[in-house]
């Protein structure tokens, strides 16, 4: 690897002795321009079950729903991390669930609109509302990890007010 | 008379364009250029692309006015120019170019230079330093931003995305990282030489420092829920990160590793910027109930609204004393919204839009401030645009593939 970088070296110092102009982006030689890492995945800490990809899922709302393990997700309005009355129920089936496990995952998921940082925002506030709802439910907080994945993890794709709100959710995944 | 009034006001008002058109003054300020095509053996494809970055190039420096027309050679009358651009594209193992820069008035050849690079695939950086050269060479003001990468991230798929290099106008495009879920890539210095992003691939989001150039990486903190570097200042950044499961903002001292947390609302603060030197910055947050652009001083705990209008103004930059923003302006929340994005002071006063339709987002300060990259939408297709804040020219190069996460340049 040192002689590689040594030659490239070398090669750029004679080009840049030449009277061609020399191009700022070109020094990034081959060595060092294609630098591609492996998703930075660290599998010491990596999210067991919950961590890697979509599960299929059994506990449909609306034909679609993102949690596992028998968990459902909860739903939001546009904009919106408060929790409506209609998923209520949802609510306390799932934390008799969680309270027989030892660990979960709750994931904040959007819709598409809005941009990047808000997203991840609005999500990370929707999970932290379920979790002190669960814990409001005698859940014991240190059973629960929050993420956000803002637009991430769509469910649907299509363009309509339908597909939209099923993206506008909290995933609930059981860790251990 | 009256309804000759009404209908250039109706034009003006409904006009389907950005910027560009609505302002056209300082042409005479402008050189007038025509390009001739000397290149053998480029294939027509690569060809055209060439000569319409080099056109773009030209467009967005706000610097020249280029004659369109592709010449090949010097039959035409270039009476009218002020300057000929003569170029000789090659391609063997690497990309290869020799520009000549004519003064027409005199028939004199007044600057050559040869540029090689590599790497073929990087070819339009060799466009852009070339016409970054002939405008310092004829004492413009700089356009140096034209030479530097945008660092983008996309989604790919579910919890899936990548990191992408490109030059400015995205014909040159790089990925770098990919495999997992890693976002909100951001320049750590000015040489580009290393990137901040967050990898999203374990339980606790983690931002990590990634040299470029060697593939090292180090750790610089992790929050549970989310975790985001939006800006950088030296050493310092500014990052949103919820260690309570609270999204605020804070700043991060990444020699000392000391946090200071900025904010305290207990709705949404994202997406803090250093403004007005350093001392102050402007963020995303909602306490009326929507996203909006508000500022404090790093030092204090006062709050001001910067914005008077919009439904939902949730992206913002900053540089030096002034502010960009989005701001959607249709009621529904949904896909035929009408964002755009707004110039204004620091102080939220000198109001004034740069685009006029589509959904305009993600608005980014070149490097010195004097051009505004944007991401529009139109129906099914999307372009990524740049409006140079002295004349207001635009330039838009399309976007293919899934929709921009985040970018910075």
């Given amino acids: 690897m040192k002689s590689k970088i040594f030659i490239i070296a070398i090669s750029v110092f004679f080009i840049g002795c030449s009277d061609k102009k020399k191009v700022q982006p070109s020094n990034v030689t081959n060595s060092s321009e294609t630098v591609t890492i492996d998703g930075g995945v660290d599998s010491s800490n990596n999210g067991g079950s919950g961590g890697g990809n979509a599960a299929t899922y059994n506990n449909s709302y609306g034909g679609l729903d993102g949690s596992s393990g028998g968990l459902k997700s909860i739903y939001f309005e546009f904009g919106q991390y408060s929790i409506s009355s209609d998923m209520q129920e949802r609510i306390a089936q799932n934390s008799n669930i969680i309270k027989t496990k030892s660990k979960i995952k709750i994931e904040g998921n959007c819709d598409e609109f809005g941009t990047d940082e808000y997203n991840f925002a609005l999500g990370l506030k929707r999970a932290k509302v379920i979790k002190d709802d669960l814990m409001a439910k005698g859940v014991d907080e240190n059973k629960i990890v929050m993420i956000s994945l803002g637009e991430s993890t769509p469910l649907c794709r299509e363009t309509t007010d339908e597909c939209y709100a099923k993206n506008r959710r909290v995933d609930f995944h059981i860790i251990n | ?409």
């Fill in chain 2, 1 to 409: 008379m009256r309804f000759l009034v009404i209908f250039i006001f109706s034009f003006y008002l409904f006009a389907d364009v950005d910027a560009t058109i609505r302002i056209e003054k300082d042409v005479e300020s402008r050189s007038r250029v025509a390009i001739i095509d000397g290149s053998v053996g480029v294939s027509p494809n690569i060809n055209s692309k060439f000569f319409e970055i080099l056109l773009a190039d030209l467009k967005i420096s706000g610097h020249f006015l280029a004659d369109k027309t592709h010449y090949m050679g010097r039959g035409a009358d270039f009476s009218s120019k002020d300057y000929i651009i003569k170029y000789k594209f090659s391609i063997e193992d690497s990309a290869s170019l020799n520009i000549q820069l004519i003064e027409v008035s005199s028939d004199k050849q007044i600057m050559s230079k040869n540029y090689n690079i590599p790497s073929f695939s990087k070819y339009p950086f060799l466009v852009h330093q070339a016409v970054s050269d002939i405008n310092q060479f004829l004492k413009y003001p700089s356009i140096s931003w034209i030479n530097r990468y945008l660092v983008f991230s996309r989604y790919t798929s579910k919890k899936q995305s990548e990191i992408i290099l490109s030059d400015y106008t995205m014909n040159y495009r790089k990925v770098i990282i990919s495999g997992g879920l890693n976002l909100f890539p951001k320049w750590a210095d000015k040489n580009q030489r290393t990137l901040y992003y967050t990898s999203y691939n374990s339980l606790i989001p983690t931002l990590y420092k990634l040299n470029i150039y060697n593939g090292s990486k180090i750790k610089i903190a992790s929050s549970e829920g989310m975790l985001v570097c939006s800006d950088v200042k030296g050493s310092k950044i500014l990052v949103t990160m919820a260690p309570n499961g609270q999204p605020d903002i804070y700043e991060i001292d990444t020699l000392s590793g000391v946090k200071n947390r900025l904010t305290s609302f207990s709705g949404i603060d994202v997406k803090g910027r250093y403004v007005d030197g350093g001392d102050s910055m402007i963020f995303i947050s909602n306490p009326l109930g929507y996203a909006n652009v508000y500022k404090k001083s790093l030092y204090g705990t006062s709050v001001s609204q910067l914005v008077y209008h919009g439904k939902n103004n949730n992206s913002c930059d900053a540089y030096g004393k002034s502010i960009v923003y989005s701001s959607r302006e249709t009621k529904s929340g949904y896909s035929k919204n009408r964002f755009n994005i707004y110039l204004a002071s620091s102080n939220g006063y000198n109001t004034k839009p740069l685009t006029s339709t589509g959904s305009n987002q993600l608005p980014t300060f070149s490097s010195d401030g004097s051009v505004v990259l944007y991401v529009k939408s139109r129906g099914n297709s999307s372009s990524i645009g740049y409006i140079n804040l002295k004349d207001l020219k635009t330039v838009q190069f399309p976007l293919s593939g899934r929709k921009i996460q985040s970018l910075d340049w």
